[in-house]
T-cell receptor, first 115, second 112 residues
Framework: GAVVSQHPSWVICKSGTSVKIECRSL??????MFWYRQFPKQSLMLMATSNEGSKATYEQGVEKDKFLINHASLTLSTLTVTSAHPEDSSFYIC???????????FGQGTRLTVV | SQQGEEDPQALSIQEGENATMNCSYK?????LQWYRQNSGRGLVHLIL?????REKHSGRLRVTLDTSKKSSSLLITASRAADTASYFC????????????FGTGTSLTVIP
């Protein structure tokens, strides 16, 4: 199946700094990618839809200035957590529509810890 | 919210027994998928069932879909200790493309 690679898998950063998470589709072009957030022992919550060449669409309650999404190419979307706070510590997962636009393929996830 | 619900929230069974998890959702869908997540890890895709399908099998997994009740079930037969994980259903609403909305998840523990 299609492969989505997410990097880094784990990052620890200081409060106030920014962290960039990359999501790449390795063997197909992804015009649309999705970013999810998961708190411990909870389900995944959709944060935003990333569209290649245009602005991301954010779900209600997600701060677009805090979670900057860039989808500059058909194989790469990035999520930047700006001015991170401890409450931003979470598991972030990206996904992409597969080549047949039916199934979704998920990255391995990024565990962000803000200290 | 389009987030679905799953029940039970937690399930503990003996190895060899069958495990059944249910998922309910709110809107019309294109597909419903089941995922598995080991603690602190990413998601593993288990099975996809389309809205025009009623049942699907994959190895020890059996998934049913009832669109009239907006519900799905995942059955794991002859469970193994390695099946211990959280299981989520995910739906994509018909008018939102491939944005997936996840259920609340079922935490399955299989006791050796």
């Amino acid at each position: 199946g299609a492969v989505v690679s997410q990097h880094p898998s784990w990052v620890i950063c200081k409060s106030g700094t920014s962290v960039k998470i990359e999501c790449r589709s390795l063997d197909f072009q992804a015009t649309t990618m999705f970013w999810y957030r998961q708190f411990p022992k909870q389900s995944l919550m959709l944060m935003a839809t990333s569209n290649e060449g245009s602005k991301a669409t954010y779900e209600q309650g997600v701060e677009k200035d805090k979670f900057l999404i860039n989808h500059a190419s058909l194989t790469l979307s990035t999520l930047t957590v700006t001015s991170a706070h401890p409450e931003d510590s979470s598991f972030y997962i990206c996904s992409s529509e597969g080549p047949m636009n039916t199934e979704a393929f998920f990255g391995q996830g990024t565990r962000l810890t803000v200290v | 919210s389009q987030q679905g619900e799953e029940d039970p929230q937690a399930l503990s069974i003996q190895e060899g027994e069958n495990a059944t998890m249910n998922c309910s959702y709110k809107t019309s869908i294109n597909n419903l998928q089941w995922y598995r997540q080991n603690s602190g890890r990413g998601l593993v895709h288990l099975i996809l069932i389309r809205s025009n399908e009623r049942e699907k099998h994959s190895g020890r997994l059996r998934v049913t879909l009832d669109t009239s009740k907006k519900s799905s079930s995942l059955l794991i037969t002859a469970s193994r200790a390695a099946d211990t994980a959280s299981y989520f259903c995910a739906t994509d609403a018909k008018d939102t493309g491939n944005q997936f909305y996840f259920g609340t998840g079922t935490s399955l523990t299989v006791i050796p």
